[in-house]
């Protein structure tokens, strides 16, 4: 198992390189000179002593290789550079936004999990019923509604008309950004914080639940099916039992990669459900600094949304042994 965990470590060195790789050369060769547009914006004309001030801060006038092994040198130490645009620390804007980015991921996962793998549950069961059906149809209208197109039909619905119709205090949620930023345990809100939470939250999750759904129901049709699982009836167990103990945990197996990529998905590809939402992540501050040619923002945001992406990887891999014991990752067989 040890084997297996440092193998899948080592791998992440290289997808790490390459990711980065390809967006440090993307950098210089979109169209526009980086130094004109940090030194007077795309929209006005920058005097040339300004331009070649930039240059020389930033080291914009190196060589591109050169440029590419300081920014890996910096990264190595875990220093990613200073923004561009607001001359602040990237690990510092890292460390503000990442927890954000971080809490609405957790909420957005677990509605996934709940909803998804309950209503995928129920399907299978029930296969071929009016549930069924209805579920079916649920889940494939949510996959085809797009994220920012529900995000403002949430903030309507929950939002702008309870606000102007005079709804409970209670039931009038907030249509955008962070609200006062309180939390217990992490990621548990406090106060009024929930309120501006819940939104984003389930907009982030209503495609991947609706995935999920899916996919616990395909996958659970597969197990009913299963010898081991008509052994267990022929013992006289409750159907419910039956389902419980020894379908929903094999059923799972595929369920808990998705899930995973999932979580890995949502801190980092939010961005949509973010902007929408002026939600302060990750997300929102990567479509910001794509804007603006932002690089160091870029690379050093994108470096550990990969980073988390391949940690999360692998510790569902990991979790495969505990839904289905035969499995010995990184054991041999003989």
Known sequence: MISYIIRRLLLLVPT???????????????????????AGGANRTARPEVVERVR????????LWSQFWQYWGRTIRWDLGESFVDNRSVNEMLGEKAPRSIRLAIWATLIDIVIGISVGLISAVKRYSLTDKITTFATAMMSAVPVFVLGFVLQYAF??????????????????????????????????????????????????AATTARMTRGSMLEVLNMDYMRTARSKGLSEGAIIARHGLRNALIPVV??????????????????????????????????????????????????????????????????????????????
Do not use: C
């Open 16 to 38: 790490v390189f390459l990711a980065l790789t390809f967006l440090f050369l993307l950098f210089f060769v979109l169209p526009g000179d980086p130094a004109t547009l940090l």
């Open 159 to 208: 939002a702008v008309y309870p606000n102007q119709h005079e709804w409970p205090q209670w039931a009038r949620l907030k249509t955008s950004r962070l609200g006062p930023d309180s939390w217990t345990a992490f990621f548990i809100p406090t106060g009024d914080q929930w309120r501006y939470l819940i939104l984003p939250a389930i907009a982030l999750a209503s495609v991947t």
């Open 56 to 63: 020389d801060r930033y080291g914009l006038d190196d060589s």
């Open 257 to 334: 990669t998705l899930i995973g990529i999932n979580f890995g998905t949502a801190i980092g590809a939010a961005v949509l459900t973010e902007t929408v939402f002026s939600w302060p992540g990750i997300g929102s501050q990567l479509a910001d600094s794509v804007g603006t040619r932002d690089l160091p923002v870029i690379l050093g945001f994108t470096f550990v949304v990969v980073l988390v992406f391949g940690i999360v990887n692998l510790l569902v891999d990991l979790s495969y042994a505990w839904f289905d014991p035969r499995i010995r990752l990184g054991e041999s067989s003989v």
